[in-house]
């Protein structure tokens, strides 16, 4: 079964970098479109950056030019680059899979914190 553990997760001065990883196992990595949500207390569930199959790649607004969404398939991961974290950035970070079907698969989360 599709099994998506992520790691990187941990407490972070404003102004600093995290980056995450999420290591992909029982699936067609290569296949897959990924992605990074996460999720606030209190708040909604919201996308943060995607990937496709293809390479392509997109951004929620609040954090375009300061993550980077980037993934490996000789090794079954993707990552996320944060710079220049906020306060608001601080949240539980989850991996997401898409299959062609469009069939999503969750990881357990990664919590990050951005506190001085």
């Known amino acids: 079964q599709v099994q998506l553990v992520e790691s990187g997760g941990g407490l972070v001065q404003p102004g600093g970098s995290l980056r995450l990883s999420c290591a992909a196992s029982?699936?067609?990595?290569?296949?897959?479109?990924m992605g990074w949500y996460r999720q606030a207390p209190g708040k909604q569930r919201e996308l943060v950056a995607g990937?496709?199959?293809?390479?392509?790649?997109n951004y929620a607004d609040s954090v375009k030019g300061r993550f980077t969404i980037s993934r490996d398939n000789a090794k079954n991961t993707v990552y996320l680059q944060m710079n220049s974290l906020k306060p608001e950035d601080t949240a539980v970070y989850y991996c997401?899979?898409?299959?062609?079907?469009?069939?999503?698969?969750w990881g357990q989360g990664t919590q990050v914190t951005v506190s001085s």
């Open positions: 029982g699936m067609i990595f290569s296949i897959y479109g």
């Open positions: 990937i496709s199959s293809g390479g392509s790649t």
């Open positions: 997401n899979a898409v299959n062609p079907f469009n069939v999503p698969f």
